[in-house]
């Protein structure tokens, strides 16, 4: 959809309303080199994918042309599915990224939850957006606030980091 909107008109756009980064599901390595040069040129991050079969030579090529932040894809699974991947598997392709490209952000999706985040912890960031999106599906079919779930959830979520790094919760 971005080149059939036009790639220009749509980075102007993104520029125009503080866009920081682009995750373009359907635009892989090495296909979207062209458009990541853009993005860079717009001052947008283009977060490269990284999933559990990417081969350590391929790993090297993308981690090599990625932008600031790449996004690992921590099993091979619809998001919002539980994880079926140990955590130290996870973590042990974490750190092979992290030694390859130390000075790159390296997130981790797909199966985070609140339960398993705490397993995460000493990573550079994680996603649990699943988790709040049955969140809200139970919320709303139970007829309670889903706004207030969510907040109580991602409260919940921030103490645990908090709690992490020697903050005081809230």
């Known amino acids: 959809m971005i080149f ?66 790449v996004y690992y894809i921590s099993m091979l699974s619809t998001t919002g599915q539980k994880l079926k991947v140990s955590p130290s598997k996870i973590k042990e392709r974490f750190n092979l990224i992290k030694t390859i490209a130390p000075e790159k952000k390296c997130i981790i999706g797909f199966g985070i939850t609140e339960e398993t985040i ?31 779930n969510i907040g109580a959830m991602v409260k919940k979520l921030t103490n645990k980091l908090k709690s992490w790094i020697g903050l005081p919760e809230q």
């Open 4 to 69: 059939q909107y036009n790639e220009n008109k749509f980075l102007n756009k993104c520029k125009n309303v503080k866009v920081d980064g682009l995750i373009v599901v359907d635009l892989p390595y090495p296909e979207n080199k062209k458009f990541a040069a853009k993005c860079k040129k717009n001052n947008i991050d283009f977060i490269q994918l990284l999933c559990p079969t990417t081969n350590e030579e391929r790993l090297k090529l993308i981690l090599n042309d990625a932008h600031d932040v």
């Open 118 to 148: 705490a397993d995460f912890k000493d990573t550079d960031a994680c996603v649990v957006g699943s988790a709040l999106c049955r969140e809200i599906s139970k919320s709303v079919n139970e007829g309670q606030n889903p706004a207030a």
